[in-house]
């Protein structure tokens, strides 16, 4: 393929992978959270918008997604109070929106070549050699659009909230990448697809990294803003944090890339840890080459991955609507005093055991 | 407060910085104004502004008679407006020298209580819901719901209660309050023992509540707490053991204290004081007895309807009341009751004409 048509098919796959599927799940997610929320506290949550009546099954919720799209889009866009600035002000949802879509360009959700093997993987985006080091630097940039939206709003709040961003973003993306550090030395790889190739021939990473796997999870609701580490927009304390100056679909982009760093931060945690796309005790059928063939079974993988990240962010959802918050100073002390040596100390034992066992 | 912004530190260049939190907030529940200073993270000073909800409550009691001013006495406090019905009655009562009904004491006790489980019940779940737990906050507001149900078959308004009269209530308990305060009851203890489980020895719930707003037993004293506030530093000041009103003194109850004066203390003592109140009201259904609920004098209390409509009496006593309200021999009269949040206190001078000047000590203003 030549330069050009690998851009082109880069992009083509990027736009159906990325709105056809992951936009697809975070829009989904925004109702289902409410409607999870909603039973944990005995309430009813969204039931007022129906598609068409109540003739199909998901007709609520459709009708609540698209009521909530058209009330976002025709909703008065905001300037920044007297102050600000205007233009990072407008630009800074899609500085935080882009890197989240971006992360999923080395996220496999179905079963690509075996390690080693020649052939185009058609459940990811591009096969980067350095995988998930790739999406820590996007997720790294992700702390941006944030802290320049709070910047350009010019309000107390919005400061301090980005403030905060920034500070816990950083904190525990450290505890996040050490404790993926562990799945990396165990499978010789930085390659999603090959780590689940690996965990597929030894063993889930949740057995050979139960620590890590703990720790990941704790990092990964502190790295995706969610309660209880939702410092950033704690509304008993910053009405809305980083963007509180936000309105319409500016305030949504927002909100939207949160939903799919969400989304992307469960996917990792399900390919390094829960298997990706394997389901136990079924081989992946391969030819020579080590080619997956298309089938049945990959339909059934895809659906497995799908279930995995419902669940792990099912997990999220549960503990968010259970657990109150921390505080600023607690969430610091956690991270750099709890975690991270908890994650040192997963890397010093993972070396060990690898040196004994060979 | 700190008029001016003080450098901190010229090196860095960091400043104090200033926020207003209120009068318009999501953790501004009432209007409450907190003019910040903060360094960071760290809240240098706070500078709290009262005033948004200034009501004029005394001023526009000077103008009322004494039944008038109930409808007022609601609005003191509306997760527990009961207590304060009740307080107000029983002022203007003590004024009078006269002693309403047994059977009307005790309506009034029940409805304090259920009143007192309302204001704890709010005050738990908020405190919950300021730091980010949803949850625990509906499963309380769940349970207030029932109560308020309760309240409202008995009072007929949710929040604007209104129910004393000085001499009285305004009715009688439904027939089936009994039925209905077992189920409210019954899924009022479901919902605390959930919150219950959900707050009090959660990591989280405990680091932030445990050693913040601590205040030692002198100087509550000595900024005038009471209530809960005031317990809560291990004093057992309540009004209900101490001076004793109403039946306080025939029934069974313990004042829960605190030791260390702290968040984590008051809502212990908060959640203790909820059960007490589902006690105390048990043992009011045990020993009420049925009877008139409003003393039998029409200086005091409206006579009934039929009196009012066919005897010259009634119709007189009906019109002196509405018109000059009850007449209140001239002195002044201090009358308190145990509030949600402290002692509620009005002080109550009259010149013996029907009009009167009241100032009220609402235990909330002393502990801001």
């Known amino acids: 393929m030549s330069f050009g048509e690998l851009v082109l098919w880069g992009l083509v796959k990027f736009v159906a992978i990325v709105f056809g599927w992951v936009m697809l799940v975070a829009t989904v997610l925004t109702y289902l959270e409410r409607k999870q929320s909603a039973y944990m506290q005995n309430r009813v949550g969204p039931n007022r918008a129906w598609v068409m009546g109540k003739k199909f099954p998901l007709s609520a919720t459709l009708g609540q997604i698209l009521a909530d799209a058209v009330k976002v889009l025709v909703k008065e866009d905001t300037e920044p109070p007297r102050g600000g600035n205007p233009i990072l002000h407008q630009i800074s949802p899609a500085l935080a929106l882009v890197p989240a879509l971006l992360m999923w360009i080395v996220i496999p959700f179905g079963p690509g070549p075996m390690p080693g093997a020649a052939g185009e993987n058609w459940f990811l985006i591009a096969d980067v050699n350095v995988g998930l080091l790739f999406m820590f630097a996007v997720m790294s940039i992700s702390v941006y659009g944030a802290t320049i939206g709070a910047w350009a709003s010019n309000s107390g709040f919005s400061i301090l909230g980005g403030l905060r961003v920034a500070a816990q973003m950083i904190s525990y993306e450290v505890t996040l990448g050490l404790n993926l550090v562990g799945i990396f030395m165990i499978f010789g790889s930085m390659r999603l697809n090959d780590i689940i190739w690996g965990q597929g021939e030894l063993a889930w990473g949740i057995v050979l990294q139960p620590l890590g796997f703990i720790l990941f999870m704790v990092a990964s609701i502190a790295e995706t803003k969610r309660a209880p580490f939702d410092m950033p927009e704690a509304e008993s304390e910053l009405v809305a944090g980083y963007f509180t100056e936000f309105s319409s679909m500016r305030f949504a982009v927002f909100s939207l890339s949160e939903f799919i760093a969400v989304v992307a931060v469960a996917a990792v945690g399900v390919c390094a840890f829960l298997g990706g796309w394997q389901i136990p005790w079924v081989a992946t059928p391969v030819d020579a080459a080590g080619v997956p063939i298309y089938g049945w079974i990959t339909v059934a993988q895809v659906a497995i991955f799908l279930a995995k990240m419902v669940f792990v962010i099912w997990l999220q959802m549960q503990l968010r609507w259970t657990l109150p918050r921390f505080r600023y100073d607690q969430v610091m002390k956690l991270g750099w005093v709890y975690l991270l040596p908890l994650s040192l100390l997963n890397l010093v034992g993972t070396a060990i055991v690898m040196y004994l066992v060979r | ?368």
């Open chain 2, 1 to 368: 407060m700190t008029s001016t912004l003080r450098k901190e530190d010229d090196h860095l260049h960091s400043e104090y910085m200033q926020i207003a939190m209120g009068p318009s907030h999501p953790a501004m529940h009432g209007t409450v104004q907190m003019l910040l200073t903060l360094d960071g993270e760290t809240v240098v000073d706070v500078d709290v502004r009262i005033g948004y909800l200034h009501r004029g409550f005394e001023k526009m009691s000077e103008v009322c008679t004494y039944n008038q001013v109930i409808p007022y006495t609601d609005r003191l406090n509306y997760v527990s407006p009961l207590c304060n019905n009740v307080g107000w009655a029983l002022t203007i009562e003590k004024a009078l020298g006269i002693k309403p009904p047994e059977r009307c004491d005790y309506i009034r006790m029940i409805v304090c209580e259920m009143s007192r489980m309302s204001d704890h019940l709010t005050s738990i779940g908020a405190g919950s819901l300021e730091l980010g737990g949803f949850t625990p906050f509906l499963y309380a507001v769940q349970a207030r719901e029932e109560v308020w149900e309760v309240i409202e078959e008995v009072t007929g308004a949710r929040l604007t209660t209104s129910y004393t009269r000085v001499g009285g209530v305004t009715a009688d308990l439904p027939e089936n309050f009994g039925e209905r305060w077992v189920h409210a009851k019954h899924e009022v203890e479901r919902l605390i023992v959930d919150i219950d489980k959900l707050l009090t020895r959660n990591r989280i719930f405990y680091d932030r509540m445990a050693g913040v707003g601590v205040i030692s037993a002198e100087d509550a004293v000595d900024y005038g707490f009471t209530g809960p506030a005031l317990r809560s530093t291990g004093v057992d000041y309540d009004v209900r053991t101490y001076a004793p009103y109403l039946f306080y003194d025939r029934v069974e109850f313990d004042v829960p204290v605190g030791k260390h004066g702290d968040n984590y203390d008051r809502y212990l003592v908060r959640l203790e004081e909820i059960r007490q109140s589902i006690r105390i009201i048990d043992q009011c259904l045990e020993q009420m007895q049925p009877g008139p609920v409003r003393i039998d004098d029409w200086s005091v209390i409206l006579p009934p309807k039929d009196a009012v409509y066919n005897t010259i009496e009634g119709m007189i006593a009906h019109f002196k009341l509405i018109m000059e309200g009850v007449k209140v021999p001239a002195g002044e009269v201090y009358g308190y009751v145990e509030g949600g949040n402290g002692e509620v206190g009005y002080y109550v001078v009259s010149d013996g004409s029907g009009s009167f000047n009241v100032s009220d000590a609402p235990p909330s203003t002393r502990s801001t």
